[in-house]
């Protein structure tokens, strides 16, 4: 019985060496795709930008002109609060304070809010790079795209600048 279980063993063991071969004897189209090349190329990801800096361009403004108030307080407080009556002077940290508990507040929802908009803008690039992606592997007969990870790609399978290009197309 023993001897019956390791034939079967070898058998199967056989079999499974064989596989390889007989799949490495069919060739494969491979594709590799660079993504942080197409997202800097993208000519969708200069017009998200542009869209976020004109969106964001006034708050960021106040946000500026809020720091250089602060700044202002901090730079008095600092000149004259020797010479400030104990009163003026309470008075005075309490103003600074306030205004920085302010404008960190106004920081952070301004960097939540950019950065939710800017997760969309470019969650919506991103679909689109898949959908170029799609079609060239269609249109192109390809068995295989691979993305990130890749150590080494030669240029015969790099199809980076295609996706740009159909990108440009799709804009």
Excluded: C, H, W
């Excluded at 998200?48 to 901090?74: C, G, P, T």
């Excluded at 908009?117 to 992606?133: D, L, P, S, T, Y």
């Amino acid at each position: 019985m023993k001897i019956q279980t390791l034939s079967k063993l070898l058998i199967i063991f056989s079999i499974v060496l064989m596989l390889p071969a007989t799949a490495m004897a069919e060739s494969y189209k491979i594709g590799v795709v660079n993504a942080v090349k197409v997202l800097e190329s993208a000519p969708q990801a200069a017009d998200a930008k542009k869209r976020l800096e004109k969106e964001f361009a006034s708050r960021d403004k106040k946000l500026v002109a809020a720091q250089k108030a602060v700044k202002q307080k901090e730079d008095k407080l600092a000149k004259d609060g020797a010479i400030m009556s104990e009163a003026e002077l309470k008075k005075l940290q309490k103003t600074v304070l306030a205004a920085r508990r302010e404008l960190k507040r106004d920081q952070d929802e301004f960097r939540d809010d950019l950065n939710f908009r800017r997760n969309e803008e470019f969650g919506k690039i991103q679909r689109q790079i898949v959908q170029a992606i799609q079609k060239i592997a269609k249109d192109g007969k390809y068995d295989l795209i691979v993305g990130e990870g890749v150590i080494f790609a030669s240029k015969k399978v790099d199809i980076t600048n295609q996706v740009i290009e159909q990108l440009k197309k799709g804009k």
